[in-house]
C-alpha cells in the first residue's frame, strides 16, 4: 500500500504530467535506448519516429497519477496494455530498467520542480504499478502457455502458404517448424511476428490480426503493403516482398482482447474499413462455422473493387448461414462512404458492433453509433499500433 503522502504527491503531479508527459516519455525512450540498445529488437521503430509510442504511455503515466489513489480503475488499462506486452514478449526483468529511465526523464523535463519528495513518491508508485503489470502478464504467459499448443515468448514458424488477397493484401499461412499442434485462440486476436530485415540492425515486431477462425492447424495473417518510403512500411513491404513459402519467422503466441464471445446467440454487426476487415474475417468464420443461425451483418468500406479482400470468402460462408447480410461500399467508384443512413440500414438494432480501421473511420463510426442511439457497453473497437485517445461525441 502507498503511504498517504506518496498518493498525495503523486495526485498533485497529474496535471504536469499532462503538459509535459509527452515531453518526459521522449526523453525516456531517447535515453533508454542509449543505456539499452538491444531493447530495440522488441519496440516498434515506426511508432518510436511517429511519436505515437510516447503519446500512449505519457496517456498511461498521466491515467495512473490522476488513479494512483485507486489504481483497480486502470486495471482494464493495464490488461490491455498487458496483452500487447505478452505478445512481444516483455519481462519483468524489463520493469526496473523502464522505472530507472522514466524517473531520470521526470527530473531531466521538470529540472528543479522535480524535488527528491516527488522523484522518491514516483518511485514507490512505480513500484506498485510495475508489481500490477508484472503480475497480470505473467498470469496471461502462464494461461497462454498451459494451452495445449501454448508456449511463452517467440516460436519459430514456416510460411506454408502465400495467397494474395487483393492489389495490397497478402495472406501467410504459418505452421509450427517443429510440427507442434497450434492452440485454440478466440476470434479476433492477434500475433506478432518477428523478422530480420537485410541493413536492419535489429529484430523488427509487428502485430497482425489472425484473419481466419482457429483451426489447430496454421496461422493465417494478412498484411497490407505499404508504401515503401514509409517507416511503418518496413515490415510489410520485406513480407511482401522477400518472404515465401517455405521461409521461417518467428512468432509469440494469440494474444488480445478485442474478441468476440462464440457462444452469444444474440445479433451481431462488423463494421470495417481497408485492413481493418482482418480480425472481423476471423469473428466472421467463427460464427459461420459454430453459430450459423445468429443474425449477422458485415458492413465494409474500401476504395475500390480491386483493394476489396476476401469477398468470395465472405460470400461462399453466407451461403450456410441463416440469417446474414453483406454490403460493400466503395469510395472511388460512386458508391460512397459507410454513413450514419448506412448504419442504421444495416446495422442491426440491440446487437453487439464491432468496428475496426484507421483511427479516423472508427471516429466516424463510433459517434455514428452512438448517435443513432447504439449503448457504449455494445461498440467494441481495435486500434492499429499503441493505444490512442479516439475523439468521441457522445462516450
Not at 540492425?201 to 503493403?225: G, H, T
Not at 478485442?258 to 468464420?285: N, R
Not at 453509433?369 to 467494441?380: F, M, R, Y
Request: charged content about 20%.
Amino acid at each position: 500500500m502507498l503511504s498517504q503522502k506518496t498518493i498525495d504527491i503523486v495526485k498533485s503531479t497529474a496535471p504536469v504530467l499532462e503538459v509535459h508527459g509527452v515531453a518526459i516519455t521522449t526523453a525516456f525512450y531517447k535515453n533508454m535506448f542509449e543505456a539499452h540498445p538491444e531493447l530495440l529488437n522488441i519496440f516498434n521503430h515506426a511508432n518510436q519516429a511517429k511519436g505515437r509510442q510516447q503519446t500512449a504511455l505519457a496517456n498511461t503515466v498521466y491515467a495512473a497519477a490522476v488513479h494512483i489513489d485507486n489504481l483497480a480503475a486502470i486495471i482494464p488499462v493495464v490488461k490491455q496494455i498487458g496483452q500487447k506486452h505478452v505478445s512481444l514478449g516483455i519481462k519483468a526483468e524489463h520493469y526496473p530498467i523502464v522505472g530507472e529511465h522514466l524517473l531520470g526523464a521526470i527530473k531531466e523535463v521538470l529540472d528543479d520542480a522535480a524535488t527528491d519528495d516527488i522523484i522518491n513518491a514516483w518511485a514507490e508508485a512505480y513500484g506498485v504499478i510495475a508489481d500490477a503489470f508484472i503480475g497480470i502478464e505473467e498470469e496471461m504467459y502462464v494461461a497462454t502457455e498451459s494451452k495445449q499448443g501454448g508456449w511463452r515468448f517467440f516460436k519459430d514458424f514456416v510460411v506454408a502458404d502465400k495467397v494474395q488477397e487483393s492489389d495490397n493484401i497478402t495472406s501467410f499461412y504459418l505452421k509450427p517448424v517443429d510440427g507442434s499442434m497450434l492452440p485454440t485462440y478466440e476470434p479476433g486476436q492477434f500475433i506478432t511476428i518477428r523478422v530480420s530485415i537485410p541493413g536492419e540492425k535489429y529484430l523488427m515486431n509487428r502485430q497482425y490480426s489472425l484473419s481466419k477462425a482457429a483451426d489447430n492447424e496454421s496461422f493465417r495473417i494478412s498484411v497490407k503493403k505499404e508504401d515503401e518510403n514509409n517507416p511503418e512500411g518496413k515490415v510489410s513491404v520485406h513480407l511482401h516482398n522477400n518472404v515465401n513459402v517455405g521461409d521461417k519467422v518467428e512468432l509469440t503466441a494469440p494474444a488480445g482482447d478485442f474478441v468476440l464471445d462464440p457462444a452469444k446467440t444474440t445479433p451481431v454487426t462488423f463494421v470495417s474499413g481497408g485492413v481493418g476487415i482482418t480480425p472481423m474475417m476471423s469473428m466472421f468464420e467463427t460464427v459461420a462455422k459454430n453459430n450459423p443461425s445468429r443474425p449477422v451483418s458485415f458492413i465494409y468500406s474500401a476504395r475500390n473493387e480491386n483493394l476489396h479482400p476476401f469477398d468470395k470468402d465472405i460470400r461462399s460462408l453466407m451461403e450456410n448461414m441463416d440469417d446474414a447480410k453483406y454490403v460493400t461500399l466503395y469510395s472511388e467508384s460512386g458508391d460512397g462512404f459507410i454513413t450514419k443512413d448506412v448504419l442504421k440500414e444495416y446495422a442491426i438494432a440491440n446487437g453487439d458492433v464491432y468496428v475496426c480501421g484507421p483511427v479516423g473511420f472508427m471516429e466516424a463510426m463510433i459517434n455514428y453509433l452512438l448517435e443513432l442511439g447504439v449503448p457504449n457497453e455494445n461498440i467494441h473497437y481495435e486500434f492499429f499500433g499503441p493505444a490512442m485517445q479516439l475523439e468521441l461525441a457522445n462516450a
